[in-house]
């Protein structure tokens, strides 16, 4: 606490990434990054470019990038909007869209980075309870609001909802931006970009970090209706110019130039994914269906959180949330298979001796 | 204009970075870039990077780049931010700091993203008159404010204040926040980091886009008592986990392993700068005196706009405000010898011909 702070900063609560432990190399299960990784165009286009246009300024409209994810999206470039990672992209949607009298409208069990975008731009913010299994029910969202926001799939629960869902969404709030955020939508669901023409309320927001293996450039993307996109670069042309730095622009470009290779890595985890949602089953853990790259899983009997400080001890970081109603679960990154074959191992022998 | 946006998104006059015209070549004397690549150190670290790594997320507190500040600063690591550019780093301080009932002070004449923040954030703006000859008095900061805020050297004016001054200013407003934004600070003036230690309510701002040569990379930093870095770091982790990325780290790391180099470049500057602000003034030119990599320079008989639009024809950017009291000016970043004797050649020719 300090005099110097303004009011507004006292009062926040800041959100906490998984950890990062240095202590000791670790199976690293806990932050949803992709095992393996990005294409080798990247590493060529990394290899290959020019230390000396670093003393540039990077297009601050990122024109190369957002043309060629116009056009794998099948959309126009005034409706692709880039940031530094869809955290960005997120806290500009909220001051963009959501920052007004009425409250905003999300999961109660959900990202967990939400809620503190509230808090820093002022927004209520009403959780809405999930249904039986946690599942979302659009119907819950309707009503006088400020928005709505969710993850599709749903994070830390992996649950997808279908594109039927999503459009009796948006047109349950026809004149409120119904932001969804696909970070994991490449392990198994349909984007809502396909709705787009139907919905100009909609944002769909989507991330370089997780199925294209670049969460170390700091790539995020929204696309929606042109003025939605209008909206966001408002905000992002009084905030910062440059957001997305050269190097990111060129090595996100080449990333969507090797698109056998991204789909062939999204199907690995996918098998991965299944393979070790079996096992787990095996050993007694209840496992929702994923359509991300990490299991929700409640282990046999509870006691997430021993469980949890166990597998750090013996080299292996998984994520537990202690928040009521979500902290008997563990969420589990899929890694290769390898470390899921050593996760399972030692988990075999952990709830053995706890017998 | 859209129902979509927010209240605040339908006001906001976002800010207008130089313009990045492709459809010729131009000598590029209008964004304040360094006419010379970074260090070779800086183009070994990017050769040596494993892409691999990218599949990770970066670490969020920049702890190695961070140290590395700190030696060279001869401060704590708990006294340096960083962000993704410094105007990253302003947009947070501006909320950390200056989101306050009364109005926040900077001279009429400054960088003119300072309003466009303090619309983003809801801040009074209260604009305070230069002196005779583009001069800032410490003495008209005073008085009851939500916080100060000025370049130094100040922009677009490249005048200096002295490290006196800049200690007179934080006395007199010992509850509030004394921002020094020093992105030119590195050709030819003291870094008011000297003042630290007395002032708990300075905080200090640089960048690597200038002097580094890296404005490609997008690498801001802030340096402070630890209380305020604890402020900003309170908004960076409500706003955004992960904001410089894992090869902005790396490569800001190697330049400064690179002392020399960094001098050498800021020297070789220093000295076009002056020999081309004799040049100017034979020209009939009136220059300011110049701290920065950039003169401030009113031609014969004004006419700056139509001077400005003379040399984008010839292929030759620099930079003209459209703004009352500077708009007989003209901003010219100081590039190579080469491209400074062609501009010089290109005034000769353009001025004989207006006469």
Same sequence: chains 1, 2.
């Avoid at 990784?37 to 003393?55: E, I, M, N, T």
């Avoid at 119907?139 to 649950?159: F, K, M, Q």
Wanted: glycine share 8%.
């Amino acid at each position: 606490m300090s005099r110097f702070w303004t009011p507004l900063v006292q009062r926040l609560d800041p959100y906490v990434p998984g950890e990062q432990p240095q202590d000791q190399p670790y199976i690293k299960l806990n932050t949803n990054e992709n095992p393996y990784p990005p294409s080798p165009k990247v590493a060529k286009a990394l290899r290959d470019f020019d230390a000396g246009r670093l003393r540039l300024y990077p297009d601050p409209e990122s024109g190369r990038l957002r043309q060629a994810l116009a056009e794998r999206h099948g959309v126009h470039p005034r409706q692709v909007f880039v940031g530094n990672g869809s955290d960005e992209v997120l806290a500009h949607s909220f001051q963009a869209f959501f920052q007004r009298p009425q409250p905003l409208l999300f999961p109660e069990i959900s990202y967990s980075f939400y809620p503190v975008y509230c808090q820093l731009y002022g927004i209520e913010a009403r959780r809405i309870p999930l249904r039986e299994g946690f599942g979302i029910a659009v119907e819950d969202y309707s009503g006088d609001c400020g928005g709505v926001i969710l993850p599709n799939p749903n994070a830390p629960t992996s649950r997808l909802l279908s594109l039927d869902d999503i459009a009796r969404l948006c047109a349950l709030q026809p004149d409120r931006v119904v932001v969804i955020d696909e970070a994991y939508i490449d392990f198994g669901g349909d984007s809502a970009v396909a709705l787009l023409d139907r919905h100009p309320n909609l944002l769909v927001i989507q991330t370089f970090s997780k199925s294209r293996s670049l969460a170390g450039i700091r790539l995020g993307l929204a696309i929606g209706s042109e003025t939605l996109i209008e909206g966001l670069q408002r905000v992002k042309n009084s905030f910062n110019s440059y957001p997305v730095d050269a190097l990111a622009q060129a090595l996100a470009l080449a990333s969507l130039e090797d698109e056998d290779y991204f789909r062939g890595t999204c199907r690995r985890i996918v098998d991965t994914r299944e393979r070790s949602r079996e096992a787990l089953q095996a050993l007694g853990f209840e496992v929702l269906p994923s359509a991300a790259n990490f299991l929700f899983a409640r282990p046999p009997g509870g006691k997430a959180g021993a469980l949890y400080r166990a597998l750090k001890r013996a080299g292996i970081l998984v994520r537990w949330f202690d928040s009521p109603g979500i902290d008997d679960w563990l969420r589990i990154t899929v890694g290769t298979d390898e470390e899921m074959t050593q996760l399972i191992s030692r988990l075999e022998k952990t709830l053995s001796v706890a017998k």
